[in-house]
């Protein structure tokens, strides 16, 4: 698994002003910008090709990942600076694709494939999601051994309270391991009673070929969009498509929406920041 596909052509209207010239992708989480995180797992992964897929003013992402300018002075750094900056210079190899209409997430990974080869299997990584695992392998990581092992696709799932399923695409199955299901329904925010599975897709997913062909032909769903969930559901009827259920351990931010995006900010500050949880409780 070479290749990945990041979903960036979202506007993010709920964060203005903030996201009026800056993409949303690059706030920051401390230091870093979310997208970088989300870079780094893919790389983690093994995934150094890394598929944008962007609109209108979203170029900024793309320079991000690109060599630095040459009007820094990169060689004037302190060691630490120096060596982050130019770690990003040979991070991945960056492809870029637009999706000019936003036709829902379905739509933009399928304009993504266009950019990996055919009989390639690809991760698809949504960035609004942060994930961090105490120590050991990263999510991705984990998927790409599952789907190295068993040769099919793989998606990432989270247990969330019943009152959160109508957020998310639900999976239901039956339980192959600890961690591990066969998926065999998947419901796009369910309303309620349609479905009693807990199990939320969090935005990392594996495919294997076979659902770039599936993507042309879905139909509008949910909301009118073109629904990645749906194509998914027809990759059910022809290949076995696995659900890696992550532990309580692994932390998840959705940093599409503010408080989301606070919750990751302080979880790596408590991290990083020297007595930063004393310095919050002192706060409150
Ligand atoms: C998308 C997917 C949904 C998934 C979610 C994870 O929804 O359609 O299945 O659970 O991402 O964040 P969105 O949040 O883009 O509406």
């Not at 997208?35 to 003013?57: C, K, L, M, P, R």
Request: aromatic letters at 6%; charged letters at 25%; a negative charge.
């Amino acid at each position: 698994m070479n290749y990945s596909i990041i979903p960036a052509a979202g506007l993010a209207t709920r964060f203005l002003p903030a996201s009026k010239c800056i993409p949303k992708e690059l706030f920051p989480v401390l230091d870093k910008p979310v997208i970088q995180y989300i870079v780094e797992e893919s790389v983690e992964a093994g995934a150094t090709n890394v598929v944008f897929v962007s609109g209108n003013g979203k170029e900024a992402i793309l320079d991000h990942f690109d060599k630095i300018n040459p009007k820094f002075s990169v060689g004037k750094l302190g060691n630490s600076v120096r060596e982050k900056v130019e770690a990003l210079d040979d991070m991945i190899e960056v492809i870029s694709v637009r999706q000019k209409l936003p036709l829902g997430l379905g739509h933009a990974v399928m304009k993504g494939t266009l950019a990996v080869p055919e009989d390639a299997s690809f991760a698809v990584m949504l960035p609004d999601m942060l994930i961090f695992s105490d120590g050991g392998s990263s999510v991705m990581q984990r998927m790409n051994e599952i789907h190295e092992k068993y040769g099919c696709s793989v998606v990432a799932l989270k247990e969330v309270p019943a009152e959160m399923r109508g957020l998310y695409g639900i999976a239901e199955g039956t339980r192959l391991s600890d961690d591990t299901i066969e998926i065999k329904r998947l419901v796009e925010k369910p309303a309620e009673g349609e479905t009693s599975s807990n199990l939320a897709v969090i935005g990392r997913y594996i495919f294997t070929p076979k659902i770039a062909a599936l993507l042309r032909d879905v139909k509008p769903g949910k909301g009118g969009e073109i629904q990645l969930t749906d194509a998914i559901t027809a990759l059910l009827s022809e290949e076995k498509v696995l659900g890696f259920v992550i532990d309580e351990k692994t932390h998840v931010f959705d940093t599409g929406n503010m408080e989301g995006f606070a919750l990751a900010n302080v979880f790596a500050a408590l991290r990083r920041v020297p007595d930063f949880s004393n310095k919050i409780k002192e706060l409150i």
